[in-house]
């Protein structure tokens, strides 16, 4: 394939060619099936785009990034028990907590350097705790498509207002596309989870100025979408959750497994296949139940006439991941070192959690992408999996048959 210089070179008039015909695609969306349709398209160019790397090369090179991922933060205003980052929230200080966390000046260097044709998810934590939130956003959707996934607690009605400025009118332009939050339960069993009373209502009063701002814009966007993890303390109401959305005015609800790859010492920073199934915790949910309580959320969301997107695996092996038997990674392939970069709150840059790369103080993104670090990692992957993969939402099963998949971090567009 040539340089890394040679790979930015000849796929810039292709990556070009995708993206002007996904936005005509997507500005022909004119209600919500036809956009739910685009999305599934979308995700098929996308794995179009890593195939001819991930198949056909074994030097570790690949096009330019399609998604990146910014961690703005890890702290957060709620402790939910099922959180990766439980123990970090609850034992660590809130001024260590901030130690090392990239500046204004540094993230938004960082951002200048996307291309503007790329995706732009910020995630936390809680991505609002940052003051300079608003300005980062601001800065990334005036110059690529851009998406946050937050809890929505922190979304006053002037802060709702100036989102839906940066929103396009019309899905897949340049712009913010797609709010994401999290909703674990009705009421009660939501604030329950998330550890903090009267969560459920100001994220539902955040999603619902959301909605209300944007279509009194006479805007698509943002298209918002809601993510519940399925674990054990949330089985007997799941089925509740597709009339919650239908009615606080959400388009999508994804249903993604719970997991526990961060509780792993040293995660990313160490040699992934050095881990091994012993030292992995996985979630624990009846067999039984669990497929009982997916069939009445899928019957509920007919009913009510909700998209429901549901975790990246076959059902069978979905029911063997939470009852212990758990998964052959055989049947498994990662292509996300292809196409998605992740940039941790201090600069680290990953394709995945597992494995750190580099650092945007140290290098460019450019540098960092197809540095040898990255090229090692995907030929790593090109042979197999690890330890830590089962239940992560990036991971694919080989047949494709998985319909129906919450996309990658529950994202609308990933």
Sequence with gaps: MGTPCSVYAVTESFIDRIAQEKVVILMSATDKKSIIDTTKLYETVQRMYSAVPYKMLNNGYSLPTWHYYIE?????????????????????PIKEQKEGELSTEEWLHVLGQIPRLSLVTFTGGEAFVRKDFMELLTFASQRSRTHFVSNTTMLPEDRAEAIVDLAPKRLGMRGFNFAGTSIEGPGDRHDEIRKLRGAWDRSMAGIRRLRDIRDANGKQCPLIHVTTVLQLANMDVLHLMPAMIKECGADVLNLVTETRMHDLPDLGEVDP?????????FPHIDRKVLAEALDKVEAEAKRVGVEVRMPRMPRKDLLDYYDGTGLDLKNYECRNAWNTMIIGRQGDAYPCWIQKVGNVREQSLKEIWNGTTMRGFRKTCQKQLFAMCPGCCFIDHKSGSA???APAAASILD
């Design 72 to 92: 703005v933060t890890r702290r957060c205003n709620l402790r939910c028990k099922m959180c990766q980052y439980i123990d970090w929230l609850e034992n660590v």
């Design 273 to 281: 296949t050095t881990f091994n199934d012993d030292q992995v915790t």
């Design 403 to 405: 319909e129906n998949a």
